[in-house]
């Protein structure tokens, strides 16, 4: 059960001293606070775990502070979607709005490798009217004699440059959780010229204590990479694992599923689960389609699989997108040969476009149809 108490509500008021009492007097609850940041206003929710099916929602009503009450179910207790749920699905990041409804796309590099390949990036993106990118610092690879990444060294001059050309979020992958203090450091030296967003990627997605790290932590939304072999139920949890810890600025990436059925993609597009991830959970929706393909093999009709399992995402309502871009793939350290050109960046946007008006006109269709019900 979730008790959302009025906003704004003081912690040092009497009445908040009064609620938490009564909730002291339940036998077996036990209780969580968590507080929502918002623009305006503070929402605090306190989370009542334990045997609560005694609880009458009437009565929790009428407690001290009380605006609301949720019965939740057992799963997905705070990113789930429960009965009488009107809980927002969005929040705000360094001026950049993610939710349930909106859609932006961080076309990066894979992996930083030198300034003048990110500053290129960085440039184009702002040519193109873009605030946020995908940089990977630190790479998890396959085998361990690969290119690891250029680590923290790189990120001065990679938040510089980003600030430089108006990039407003860098998703940025870590492996460790000493990243985010390596992360923040740089932050620090360089004057907080943008903002990172922390990324977990495939291979970490059941790693729990980097889990509970970035979920301690307040200040980075996350990206959470669906396990590549495991259930969506299972990475769902690993997503719940970092709002348990507090932060709920959590963005679900779907990123395809490892199986030979995908050949002769990388991975097999599991791009139908964003509307289901979206109605089992309030968490934004992400998809990597550079990930799920893997290639630049293009159809018949010249558009590249990645542009045209991009369209299928954000036609079903997917609000971001993690795309890899090099102004010089064969010399990309990190999967190069899935990369798209800079010459591309437009069209890619374009293509974008016209699935997304097309995304937001069968919601219009849906409207009007059961409006006329
Ligand atoms: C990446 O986005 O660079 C990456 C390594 O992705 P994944 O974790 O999905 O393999
Ligand atoms: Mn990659």
Not at 7 to 13: E, F, G, L, Q
Not at 122 to 129: D, H, S, T, Y
Not at 146 to 152: A, D, Y
């Amino acid at each position: 059960m979730i008790l959302l108490l009025h906003p704004n509500t003081d912690k040092n008021s009497d009445a908040y001293a009064s609620l938490m009492s009564k909730l002291g007097e339940l036998d077996d609850i036990q209780t969580r606070v968590h507080d929502v940041e918002g623009n305006e206003q503070i929402l605090t929710e306190v989370y009542l775990l334990g045997n609560t099916s005694a609880l009458m929602i009437d009565e929790m009503q009428d407690y001290p502070c009380v605006e609301r009450v949720i019965r939740i179910s057992d799963e997905y207790r705070v990113l789930g979607r429960h009965a009488d749920e009107k809980r927002a699905c969005s929040f705000e990041y360094n001026g950049v709005s993610f939710g349930q409804d909106s859609l932006h796309v961080f076309a990066g590099l894979c992996a930083v490798d030198n300034p003048k390949h990110v500053e290129q990036m960085m440039k184009a993106l702002q040519e193109n009217g873009q605030v946020c990118t995908r940089m990977g610092a630190y790479k998890p690879r396959t085998n361990p004699y690969s290119f690891q990444g250029q680590g923290k060294d790189c990120l001065p001059w990679v938040f510089e440059l980003a600030g430089k050309y108006g990039i407003k979020v860098v998703a940025m992958e870590i492996t460790h959780e000493n990243h985010i203090d390596e992360i923040n450091e740089a932050l620090e030296k360089t004057g907080h010229p943008t903002g990172v967003m922390l990324q977990i990627g495939t291979r970490n997605t059941q790693n729990f204590e980097l889990l509970k790290a970035v979920g301690k932590q307040l200040t980075h939304p996350v990206l959470l990479k669906r396990g590549f072999g495991i259930t969506l139920e299972e990475s769902i949890n690993a997503a719940e694992y970092i709002a348990s810890e507090g932060n709920q600025k959590v963005i679900f990436a779907l990123r395809g599923m490892k199986t030979n059925m995908g050949d002769p993609h990388r991975n097999f597009v599991d791009f139908a689960h964003v509307p289901v991830v979206k109605r089992l959970t309030r968490m934004p929706v992400c998809i990597d389609p550079s990930h799920s393909v893997g290639t630049r093999e293009s159809a018949p009709d010249g558009l590249l699989d990645v542009m045209h399992v991009t369209a299928q995402g954000i036609i079903a309502g997917a609000n971001m997108v993690l795309v890899d871009f090099h102004p010089a793939p064969t010399k990309a350290l990190v999967d190069g040969p899935q990369a798209m050109l800079m010459n591309e960046l437009p069209l890619f946007l374009e293509d974008v476009k016209i699935a997304r008006d097309a995304y937001l006109e069968r919601c219009a269709l849906m409207k009007r149809f059961q409006k006329n019900q």
